[in-house]
């Protein structure tokens, strides 16, 4: 029975005032300490942040600072990291971005990102506990900021580590060559409050309404951000404003660049800003690819596991000693030996294996392979057969699906896609079984000769890998809306019934197709529920709701549809 005063009142214990005593308490010089301060940017807002100190002793130090729109305290996404990097003797910023969490402002994603960025870069490199030596980090929406702070050079700012990040707007994310990302409608309706959180919508109702507007309604979003997605739909100034093309040359810092071959959310990102590095920026020898068989989150926690597909053990990198000694290098200046090992790094999931090519699309050659009128994938354009079509029906209300569960923390759709094939409205290009291995790196295309009955529709495009068992293994995607086949910046209506060239951009590759295995293309007008549906009208989405079934057309055999491989002559051999 505890103590009571004479008025019945109970009396504190001396383990709570033991522990008043101990928060009150200086700190102890050998313990790290964690604070949260704000961070005045430039136009008065302030960000707010948790600061992660390594032991007095180790002070100042370097710093790896991480932007975030999920709450800089959520522990698997921030905190942990942050806490990895102060054991390691780093101090780790971690801040929320512009209106979301503790940081004042209007939450509207992406567009305030570079100058805030910069601002907290400097602010950093400018407190006593820093060192005046500072890096960026960041997964997703994180790794679109490392890109957004480097785009206006911070002087204090020395390395990026940037995982799975946003680098063509509308040609990836929110639209992928004009298919809007129905995904953007989950992670609005996730990010609608300060706070993280889906609360009890229900999702499959969210991925069916129509139109794609009154999503809104459902979500109620605070901010501009929906509203930048539905008003923005072609790739105009304000999409253009967020692009760094052309601007490379400008950026001197050494990059590590990570993303995952099942990133279905943009695994395009990291490839772009590679490649603009490479061929641009006076660090292009200090770019560093790192390409796994992992999702979108399984590039900062990487496993041997996705979509039941198991591959080698080596696939599941310890992520965080790797950006840690990336961050030794160049912001502690050690000579650790990263200078001397390979510049790209990619796992081949068909050879299950790490490859480590000269240079990512180094030695290629193309292969092309012709549709057939018979569902064949030709070697020559004879084989292919004569000029001739393949017709389906594509009913925007029976659309073709790619199964995954919609109430998960991540989208994550499977990677074998033979459930879906046997559709009457997708349409299957197979090779003849491969009589030695192919590896194919690069990025392939498929140059589509088609006709729509209407003044627009889709086309969604698969690369799959056959083993003998029955299997379709996803191996790169790409669509395209057909009014903007010519332009993203001005799309067209399509004329009715004319055939059309389009040139279909799918992922970029490196997998090995073992021999035995076919190489398959299949080809059709939707993948719901990550992409919205087209109705097969032609104007914006946003306000559509009078869906039409659309008659569509493949063009195959002579002067038809050709796919492109870039094939590794050298591991070929």
């Known amino acids: 029975m505890s103590t009571r005063t004479p008025l019945g009142l109970p009396v504190a214990t001396e383990e709570l005032r033991a522990r008043f005593d101990a928060e009150v308490a200086p700190p102890d010089p050998a313990a790290p300490i964690q604070l949260e301060v704000g961070i005045q940017v430039r136009d008065g807002v302030e960000l707010a942040a948790d600061v992660y100190l390594p032991a007095a002793a180790q002070l100042p130090a370097p710093a790896v600072v991480f932007a975030t729109p999920y709450d800089k305290s959520t522990p698997i996404l921030n905190a942990l990291e942050a806490q990895l990097y102060q054991e390691n003797g780093y101090v780790a910023v971690v801040y929320d971005v512009r209106g979301r969490g503790k940081s004042e402002g209007e939450w509207r994603a992406f567009v305030n990102d570079a100058h805030d960025g910069h601002d907290v870069v400097e602010w950093v490199a400018d407190q006593p506990w820093c060192d005046g030596a500072v890096g960026v980090s960041g997964l997703s929406y994180g790794g679109w900021a490392t890109w957004a702070t480097a785009s206006q050079r911070p002087p204090h700012l020395r390395a990026i580590v940037s995982t799975s990040p946003a680098g063509r707007w509308m040609q990836e994310i929110p639209a992928t060559n004009g298919c809007f990302q129905l995904y953007f409608a989950y992670w609005v309706a996730a990010v609608r409050r300060r706070l993280l959180g889906l609360g009890a919508l229900d999702l499959d109702q969210l991925v069916n309404t129509l139109p794609v507007d009154d999503i809104k309604r459902l979500i109620d979003p605070t901010g501009r951000t929906w509203d930048d997605l539905m008003e923005h739909d072609t790739l105009d100034d304000h999409w253009q404003a967020l692009r760094w093309d052309g601007r490379y040359d400008q950026i001197d810092l050494p990059v590590l660049h990570v993303t995952g071959w099942h990133d279905h959310e943009d695994l395009l990102g990291a490839f772009h800003h590679y490649e603009q590095m490479v061929d641009q920026s006076p660090a292009a020898d200090r770019q560093w690819l790192l390409v796994g068989p992992w999702s979108h989150v399984m590039c900062r926690w990487p496993g041997s596991e996705y979509g039941g597909v198991s591959y080698a053990a080596e696939a599941a990198v310890d992520m965080h000693a790797v950006h840690l000694r990336f961050f030794d290098r160049f912001l502690r200046g050690e000579r650790n030996g990263l200078d001397d090992e390979p510049r790209v790094r990619l796992f081949d999931a068909g050879a299950d294996r790490w490859a480590a090519p000269a240079a990512w699309r180094a030695a290629t050659t193309e292969r092309r392979l012709f549709l057939g009128g018979d569902g064949s994938l030709a070697d020559d ?55 030695r291995p192919l590896t194919v790196h690069g990025w392939p295309r ?68 073992a021999a035995g295995h076919r190489i398959r293309l299949t080809i ?10 087209n109705l097969n009208r032609f104007g914006p989405i946003a306000h559509q709701d009078d869906p039409r079934t659309a008659r569509n057309s493949i063009h195959c055999g002579a002067g038809g549809s050709v796919l492109s491989l870039p094939i590794s002559e050298r591991i070929e051999r």
Do not use: N
């Open 381 to 435: 354009a004879a084989a292919a057969g004569p000029a001739t079509a393949r017709d389906y029906r594509y009913d925007p209300l029976d659309p073709v699906t790619t199964a995954f569960d919609l109430g998960a923390a991540v989208w994550e759709p499977p990677v074998d896609m033979a459930p879906t094939e046997g559709r009457d409205d997708v349409l299957c290009f197979t090779s003849a079984p491969l009589e």
């Open 446 to 513: 498929l140059a589509l000769r088609a006709t729509t009955d209407g003044d627009d529709t889709d086309w969604h495009v698969k690369l799959t890998d056959c083993p003998p068992d029955g299997r379709s293994l996803r191996v790169a995607g790409g669509c395209l809306r057909a009014s903007h086949g010519a332009s993203l910046e001005r799309p067209q209506p399509v004329p009715p019934g004319e055939a059309v060239d389009y040139d279909v951009e799918l992922t970029p590759i490196h997998h090995t197709f």
């Open 524 to 533: 059709t007008s939707s993948d719901f529920p990550w992409f919205a549906r």
